[in-house]
């Protein structure tokens, strides 16, 4: 056991120390330790949802939940910061459990409180109001519901911009990270011009940190420079979105294994990198990127880092095409079939999604296969497309 995960059993066990005293004094009728109860099973709930103990700690921000409400109804508004704040923590408990609607009504409940207290005066609540605003945004996302998440989006780069405004420059990150979900959100839409604009100011407020020394946010100015680069690349301007992916490239390569990013981050950009060169025809340009990236997703898979089979597949979907494309059939064909092997295995444990790339990589199997003169083969694969897409196999 470490230094920090023995200092947590001790935590937790003095909360829970905490937590049964204060029950006994409240059934000896000692009321007014019920805020302290609350806050006692607040902490408790905070602990378990850190080890990742979700259902254990909904049941304990349930019971403050209902402590917290008999207080505001018994003495008033005294304590809708508390409600506020352990609604929030059950938000996110609950959205780590999947109850997405569970977790929107509490986040929602929580920014009624906040906005409440706000336009009561009390504006230093304003960054609690941005903070479940970002909450209920990133659920609405998760969700489908771009819109609203772009709304909330909205409403929250309004009040960090208003902090920021009178000088509040610890929120200017925070402005930033917003700015960067909003822009994925605008670009998910296909609203890319608004995007890009919304990632160009995040893009700055990161530089300008950087260009402060503040080095942990490097990372971050990585990150919102692949998200231009990609939607620059779905405009078409590809030397751009190369130019946006090479920095990113440059920025991860000195900072993978510093804990900030690792090299799934690297295996990223260098596919984005690779499909860009790709589109602009610069094939030799590609594959280095494509084969690096390769080589990434292989170790990782290779580690027992099962998340990143469909990665994989992906960068070797990508290769086949290259390699196709220089007429090096038997490398492409090599790559589509380890392509095929891993998707069909993701779609035999039951990962539907991936159907739709398994036929389209069956397909391109199936011409490289028929360029070969292996006809028979090609119209296996062809047939089994047609089958997972639901066609004809002469459509393919």
């Excluded at 049941?59 to 352990?86: N, Q, T």
């Excluded at 969700?143 to 960090?160: F, N, Q, V």
């Excluded at 981050?265 to 602009?280: E, K, Q, T, W, Y």
């Excluded at 990962?351 to 090609?378: C, I, Y």
């Amino acid at each position: 056991m470490t230094d920090a995960e023995g200092k947590a059993s001790r935590d937790i066990a003095n909360y829970w120390d905490e937590e049964r005293r204060l029950r006994k004094l409240i059934l000896r009728g000692e009321d007014r330790f019920r805020p302290d109860l609350a806050k006692a099973l607040e902490d408790i709930g905070d602990v378990l949802l850190k080890r990742g103990k979700l259902e254990d700690a909904t049941s304990k921000y349930r019971e403050c939940e209902a402590i917290y409400r008999s207080l505001v109804d018994k003495e008033g508004d005294k304590f809708l910061p508390d409600l506020a704040g352990v609604l929030n923590s059950l938000g996110n408990a609950l959205g780590d459990c999947l109850d997405l609607k569970g977790a929107l009504a509490s986040y929602q409940e929580c920014e009624r409180i906040y906005l409440k207290l706000v336009e009561q005066g009390d504006a230093h609540y304003l960054p609690d109001l941005a903070m479940v605003m970002v909450d209920i945004g990133v659920a609405l996302r998760v969700g489908h519901d771009l819109e609203g998440a772009i709304d909330s989006y909205r409403e929250c780069e309004k009040i960090y911009r208003k902090l920021v405004d009178q000088g509040e420059e610890i929120y200017r990150p925070d402005l930033a990270m917003v700015l960067n979900n909003l822009g994925n959100d605008l670009s998910d839409r296909g609203r890319r011009a608004e995007a890009i604009k919304s990632y160009r100011e995040c893009e700055a407020i990161y530089r300008g940190l950087v260009n402060q020394e503040e080095e942990q946010f490097r990372p971050f100015l990585a990150m919102v420079l692949n998200n231009i680069g990609a939607a620059l690349s779905e405009q078409g301007d590809l030397k751009g979105a190369i130019g946006c992916f090479q920095e990113c490239e440059d920025i991860y390569r000195k900072v993978v294994g510093q804990g900030s990013r690792t090299d799934h981050d690297l295996a990223m950009v260098l596919n984005n990198l690779g499909s860009a060169f790709s589109a602009r025809g610069q094939v030799g340009m590609a594959i280095p990127k494509f084969r690096e990236c390769e080589e990434i997703y292989r170790r990782l898979v290779e580690e027992g880092d099962e998340m990143y089979r469909p990665d994989l597949a992906d960068v070797l979907d990508n290769l086949g095409n290259v390699l196709s494309d220089l007429g090096k059939l038997e490398d492409s064909a090599h790559c589509y079939l380890e392509c095929v092997g891993i998707f069909m295995a993701l779609v035999n444990e039951g990962n539907d999604r991936f159907s739709p790339f398994l036929a389209r990589v069956l397909t391109d199997l199936g011409g490289v296969l028929s360029k070969q003169g292996k006809q028979v083969e090609a119209d296996s694969c062809f047939t089994r497309a047609a089958r997972l897409s639901r066609v004809s196999p002469e459509d393919c």
